[in-house]
């Protein structure tokens, strides 16, 4: 089995890793997978009666993911426990999405989000969209580029990598919004 760092590196973005918490149950996602397919959904079904209704303070959140993409459905799950409606549409080539949205190659992730006029890329936390949402700086949006372990929806355990939420304008600028 190959790494999720080398993963990472090679640029593979379907590839969505998850250790589900408690039950210990690992599941690899890679599009190809019926197995997968039919097992993340089942284990994440269990979790769907403790979320929190949502806040009707926060906007409602528009995620695009692969269909069998477990770390994008924990995403998912991260951000309806953090008070967020989400509405989810699986697809199976995000490529244009990320295009519309202007989200290039180096920010990119497993999944693509907008948020009251935001992009949020990949596994940014909660924490850092609401605040996104209080400053509301002059970006397109958040990304949290690649799948750093660790991050919402990459759990695995006690492993976590250190990684970046960077902003992101029109023209491919970045800056640190925040690091974790």
Known sequence: MTTTGSLRNRGILALGLALVAGGGAFWMMDGGSEAAAETAPAVL????????????????????????????SLWVEHMRR???????????DLTHIKHEHGVG?????????????????????????????????????????????GSPGMEMGGRKDAYDVL???GAGKTTVWSRH
């Open 167 to 169: 902003t992101f304008d």
């Open 45 to 72: 079904a269990g979790n769907q009666a403790e979320l929190p209704s949502p806040d009707p303070s926060l906007p409602a959140v528009k995620v695009w993911k692969s269909p069998t993409c477990g770390c994008c």
């Open 105 to 149: 190659a180096p920010l990119q992730s497993c999944h693509t989000a907008l948020v009251d006029g935001y992009v949020i890329e990949g596994h940014v936390p909660a924490d850092d969209v609401k605040r996104l949402l209080t400053e509301r700086p002059q970006v397109l949006g958040l990304a949290a580029p690649g799948m750093p372990v």
């Open 82 to 92: 953090a008070g967020f409606e989400v509405e989810v549409e699986d697809l199976a």
